[in-house]
């Protein structure tokens, strides 16, 4: 058969190019620094080198100890003797390459690349681990079929067959953990990224509890299923071999259990479509159920007084659950249905092959008959474990699609700067609306709109929007705080037009309902200790709050209070434009009397420009300007 070795061979030199090709780029990406160690004990390393030693030993043991297979009878020295050249070369070069492959993987585990994704590897983990799988059936059916020292020259041979299977599993599990993890990491990141450089009001507009459920469950979800992916691509490779096993055995039986494979798989994937349909809908339930979390947790203080609400609240809560339940439940029941069908199919196969073949085929030998029936047994778990993996992979890939849409729903930014360009904390400046126009999106009830609005706002000015509730305050003071972009016109500053996502960047703002974080983000807090403790004193915090590494010693307070470590943060950012939306309406009498009579003038010295939003007209006089709205224009 010299065509087969010269195939065989061929096969084995593009094999040990390809081990060679890759040992090179894993040394070539250690010494361009793109690949790094991770550190770690010496001794783990150690011990590791160790169990790799043994590993290629036992290897080396059983292709010299091959003649046992071919002529127990000979000895090793005169069967490789007497062996023909292209047998030995194969040996060779199939030892040399699992050495290769060995050297790759721990420098790829030793010195890893960031962000890789290892699938050339995991593939090949994938097949070794399968291969040894599959060869432990061949290898205890023919000791089965054997006897005396036939089976214990197969002993070795089983042995190399689990090592490659546990050796295979455990370094194809190392790199997927490393790999999923990453892609989990890495896709969370995305999302925050995009919701962070998302226009304002795609955000403020998308469905509460749709960001919860997307950067927790649908990033557990396709995390969870890579990790599915070990299996099926060793169950997958252990199928294969033994198919091919069954057609050398009986191509009669072979063909026989294709077709049921066949049957059982257009089955399944019938009924999991219909399931899919359930799983869509679940999902979306799960939107649902995070809007009823943060409802719960913001809306607690109303439920507590109100034991009627409370009530409602629950039985609302528990219907959404209760839906969940029955839809998810649906969904499995029909898995589980087609799993039971295939279960009886593989049995039936079992029972046609011990009980019919004998009559349809009289030549087939009692030994294949009980050896294809070992198989068929060892592969049906294998095939079941699968089928079993499909509701996953369908409901990863409905994870991924909704991750991929909820990206979509967040476009139209334009990619923001992390670094701020910001002005000298002394520079004058002019903000300025130009036919500056927002309307809102339409619905059931019409829409409002605000402007045109043609103002600018200088630094040392104190300027208070007044008016009525629905008259236009919040609104435009988000076009002047850049939350929302003009429909028509432009925002300039000192006379260069900026987009919405820039204007933040030089405003400092308290809204209403701002949120106060229990650190300074974005603040260098080592060089403003000391000017952090002095506003504390000033705020009349210092008892109640510290700062320690830039970190709040807690946010637990009054509404009062939190309105002023917010000022406190405004103080630290030092931006030129300060916003305040109605910051005093939570402080006592005496408060509120020294924010307008000495905080507000005291930035406005500083040559800040201050924008409040204020119903307290007692202390309309102390402004510069007050502008009125209503209707969404400037009266």
Request: net charge neutral.
């Amino acid at each position: 058969m010299p065509s087969v070795s010269w195939i065989l061979n061929s096969i084995l030199v593009v094999g040990l190019i390809g081990s060679l090709w890759g040992v090179g780029a894993a040394l070539i990406g250690i010494m361009k620094g793109t690949r790094r160690s991770e550190g770690g004990s010496g001794w783990r390393k150690l011990y590791n080198i160790a169990l790799a030693a043994g590993f290629y030993g036992w290897i080396g043991y059983c292709l010299y100890e091959c003649r046992r297979l071919f002529a127990p009878e000979q000895s090793a020295a005169d069967f490789w003797r007497e062996a023909p050249a292209s047998g030995v070369w194969a040996v060779v070069l199939l030892f040399a390459i699992l050495l290769l492959i060995g050297i790759y993987l721990t420098l790829a585990m030793l010195y890893p690349k960031e962000k890789e994704r290892p699938y050339g590897s995991m593939l090949l983990l994938s097949f070794v681990s399968g291969i040894g799988n599959a060869s432990m059936i061949f290898v205890i059916n023919s000791a089965i079929a054997g006897s005396g020292d036939v089976r214990l020259h197969m002993l070795p041979y089983f042995i190399l067959g689990m090592l490659f299977f546990v050796f295979g599993q455990r370094l194809l599990r190392l790199r997927l953990i490393r790999m999923t993890n990453g892609i989990v990491y890495d896709k969370r990141m995305e999302v925050i990224t995009n919701i962070l450089n998302a226009p304002y009001e795609n955000v403020e507009t998308m469905e509460r509890g749709k960001i919860e459920t997307c950067l927790n469950n649908d990033t557990e979800v396709v995390s969870s299923f890579a990790n599915k992916l070990v299996s099926i691509g060793t169950w997958s490779v252990t199928i294969t071999a033994g198919f091919v096993y069954l057609a050398f055995i009986s191509m009669e039986g072979f063909l026989l259990s294709l077709g049921v494979v066949f049957l059982a798989s257009i089955l399944f994937f019938t009924l999991i479509r219909s399931a899919n349909r359930l799983w869509e809908q679940t999902r979306d339930i799960q939107n649902v159920f995070f809007k009823f979390i943060h409802d719960l947790i913001y809306g607690f203080k109303e439920l507590y007084l109100h034991r009627n609400k409370a009530r409602d609240f629950r039985d609302n809560m528990g219907e959404s659950c209760l839906t969940y339940r029955d839809k998810r439940m649906m969904a499995e029941s029909k898995v589980a249905n087609v799993v039971v069908i295939g279960d009886l199919l593989f049995a039936a196969v079992i029972g046609c092959v011990v009980f019919v073949f004998p009559y349809l085929f009289a030549n087939i030998q009692e030994g294949s008959l009980r050896s294809f029936v070992f198989v068929f047994l060892y592969m049906a778990g294998p095939l079941t474990s699968i089928l079993n993996s499909l509701p996953e992979l369908f409901q990863a890939r409905i994870s991924w699609n909704r991750m991929k849409q909820f990206s979509k729903d967040l476009s139209g930014f334009q990619e923001r700067a992390w670094e701020e360009e910001r002005l000298e904390a002394s520079s004058d400046v002019s903000l300025k609306l130009e036919e500056a126009r927002y309307e809102y999106r339409k619905n059931d009830d019409g829409s409002f709109a605000v402007g045109p609005i043609d103002y600018e706002f200088r630094s040392g000015e104190l300027i208070f929007i007044v008016g009525g509730n629905g008259s236009g305050k919040s609104t435009l003071a988000k076009l002047i705080t850049g939350l929302y972009e003009p429909k028509d016109g432009i925002v300039t500053l000192n006379g260069k037009t900026m987009s919405a996502g820039d204007i933040g960047q030089h405003v400092s703002t308290i809204f209403s309902d701002a949120y106060l974080f229990d650190r300074l983000y974005g603040i260098d807090f080592a060089s403003k200790e000391e000017e952090a403790n002095s506003y504390l004193r000033l705020l009349g915090l210092q008892n109640k709050v510290r700062i320690q590494d830039g970190r709040f010693s807690t946010t637990q307070l009054s509404s009062g209070q939190r309105k002023r470590l917010a000022l406190l943060v405004s103080y630290l950012d030092d931006k030129p434009i300060c916003l305040f939306d109605e910051w005093a309406a939570d402080q006592d009498p005496e408060y509120r009397e020294f924010f307008y009579t000495n905080l507000l003038p005291d930035l406005k010295n500083r040559g800040k420009c201050v924008i409040v939003i204020t119903h307290d007209d007692r202390y309309f006089d102390m402004a510069d300007k007050v502008i009125k709205m209503e209707m969404g224009r400037i009266a």
